[in-house]
Structure formats: structure tokens, C-alpha cells
């Protein structure tokens, strides 16, 4: 895989995109690929880094960022400012993630098996739970460590308080949250050998054994790779949130073809060598993303 076939892949899948016109996707498609050649997500960078006069693209970047609209089709976020009461969604948080994932499950194929990771900062809500039951996907949430479990013979247990040491676990069934709708569910609490504390989750997936919830770190990663390690989302200096859910969308495309990209020098075994750990097992040295983006950087320029 090279540079001009990703080009001619997020040009080609582009098409598929409903709701939006040619020139949106005309701009994405050169936009995206500016984002990682400036790796940045400043508009003056980014413009500076696709060709043609640095000016022009940066008025025509400007124009696509300040388009009027929500995003729709294809593309599903909210963009809202923190910390004001004014932009809180007005049906409250839970709801609002409630219609984005049965958005998502639109575009999904009929059947696949979807598990929804939370951690405590919306984890704790019945709410949440139950919009996901309701699309028949399953959940695995970290809950706040006041936590209850009322099991079958009506005694109630903080189930966090019931592991207290490393290498320690704890598995039980019953309802959770007493006074907001008692959610019959599968808690699970566990504590790595390696963990400063214990992770207090909830599931309805009674397979799982509470590990599996380790799969949320993807989530802080790509947090990290659209931020300070990767497109520094953080100085993009945009404080109109729909200007920055348009912004997102060049990111989201972009960090997309360079996980396809690291994914594919993966599977040709181009990558770097492995890390040895402490106890001689091996691991991938750098990340998909790091892998396709130092791909991307080592063909440019391309215009």
C-alpha cells in the first residue's frame, strides 16, 4: 500500500457517504490527507500542507469548517461545550448517546455481536444500560465503587469492598442500582497483579469474566492519537463546537486510513521489530497508528 492508493481509497469510499455533496467530500479527502502531512489540526498548518497557494487553501478550509448544519448520513457525534448549562443536551446525556448508537447500528450489518466499554464518568447510569439492551447489544460498564448488588436473598453487598488485594476477584448476579430501576445484571470486580485498584463493573453478558473491560484503553489511545500524540486536536484554537465537529470529521477520516495502512504493512510484516517485556513475551513495538502514519511521512511529498 502507498500513498496514492489510500488517496484513491478514501476518494473511492467517499462516495458512499450519504447526505453530503461532492464538494464535501472533495474536501475531506484533501483535507484529511493535510491533516496528517501537518500533523496538526490548526487550520493554517493543515492548508499549508495540501498544494496550491497556502492562502487559497486555508479560505477554502475555513469555508468547509464554518459550514452551517449538523452533520448527517454517514457521520454520527455531538459537539457541545464543557462545563456550560446552556449547551447540555436537553434530554441529558444518556439520551443523547442512546440516538448515536442506534444511528450507528444502522450502518452496521444485520447480526454482528456489539459490546458497549464505559467507564464511571457515564457508566453509572441505568438509563444507558437499558437503551443498550434495547438495540440487543451487550454492555460492560465501570461503576462507582459505592456501588450496590442486591442478590437473590434480598442481601445488598457494596460489591467493590468485596476484593481487597491484588490477584483478588469477585463474580456474583442480581439487580444493581436499588433506587433507579433495578437492573438485573452480572457485576464482576477485579484486581490485576500489576493494578493500583480494583475495576467495579457491570455487565449483562454473564460470560465474561471482567478482564475483557481492559479493551477500553483503545478508547484512551485514540483519545491520545487525535491529541498531543498525533494530530494535536487540543490547539486546533476552534472554540465553535460545530465548527469542530466538522474538523472531526478530516481526523476520523484520517486516522482511519492510517490504521488501515498501519494495519496493512502489519500483514506484509513491514512493521518494527517487537518489544521483548520482562517476561520474554513479545509485543507490537508501535501502534497501528504510528505504523501507518511514519508510512504516510516517508512518501511525502504528495500532492
Known amino acids: 500500500m502507498n500513498n496514492r492508493q489510500l488517496y484513491q481509497w478514501v476518494k473511492r469510499e467517499s462516495k458512499g457517504w450519504g447526505e453530503v455533496n461532492r464538494h464535501f467530500r472533495a474536501n475531506v ?53 464543557a462545563n456550560s448549562a446552556a449547551d447540555y443536551p436537553a434530554a441529558g446525556q444518556a439520551r443523547l448517546i442512546i440516538g448515536l448508537l442506534n444511528a450507528v447500528r444502522a450502518g452496521l450489518p444485520r447480526g454482528l455481536k456489539v459490546r458497549v466499554l464505559a467507564d464511571r464518568g457515564i457508566g453509572t447510569s441505568p ?16 461503576v ?20 481487597t488485594a491484588p490477584g483478588q476477584t469477585y463474580a456474583a448476579s442480581g439487580l444493581v442500582f436499588k433506587q433507579r430501576g433495578r437492573i438485573p445484571a452480572h457485576v464482576r470486580v477485579v484486581w490485576g497483579l500489576q493494578a493500583k485498584a480494583p475495576w467495579s463493573l457491570v455487565t449483562n453478558e454473564p460470560a465474561l469474566r471482567g478482564f475483557e473491560y481492559a479493551q477500553r484503553m483503545w478508547q484512551e489511545e485514540a483519545f491520545r492519537d487525535l491529541k498531543s500524540y498525533g494530530f494535536d486536536l487540543e490547539h486546533a484554537a476552534l472554540d465553535d463546537p460545530n465548527r469542530l465537529a ?23 510484516h513491514l512493521t518494527a521489530a517487537p518489544k521483548q517485556l520482562k517476561d520474554g513475551s513479545l509485543v507490537r513495538r508501535y501502534s ?14 504528495f500532492f
Open 29 to 81: 479527502v484533501v483535507f484529511s490527507r493535510g491533516v496528517v502531512a501537518a500533523q496538526s489540526s490548526q487550520i493554517r498548518k493543515i492548508a499549508g500542507c495540501v498544494g496550491g497557494r497556502s492562502d487559497s487553501q486555508r479560505r477554502r478550509l475555513q469555508r468547509y469548517v464554518a459550514q452551517t448544519g449538523s452533520l448527517r448520513g454517514f457521520f454520527n457525534w455531538r459537539v457541545y461545550r
Open 127 to 142: 438509563l444507558l444500560m437499558r437503551g443498550i439492551m434495547a438495540l440487543g447489544w451487550t454492555f460492560l460498564f465501570r
Open 144 to 163: 462507582t465503587r459505592l456501588s450496590k448488588l442486591i442478590l437473590a436473598d434480598g442481601q445488598e453487598v457494596t460489591f467493590y469492598d468485596q476484593v
Open 246 to 268: 466538522f474538523l472531526l470529521v478530516l481526523l476520523v477520516v484520517a486516522y482511519a486510513w492510517l490504521l488501515l495502512w498501519g494495519r496493512a504493512r502489519e500483514l506484509a
Open 288 to 301: 497501528l497508528f504510528r505504523e501507518g502514519r511514519q508510512a504516510f511521512l516517508s512518501t511525502l511529498p
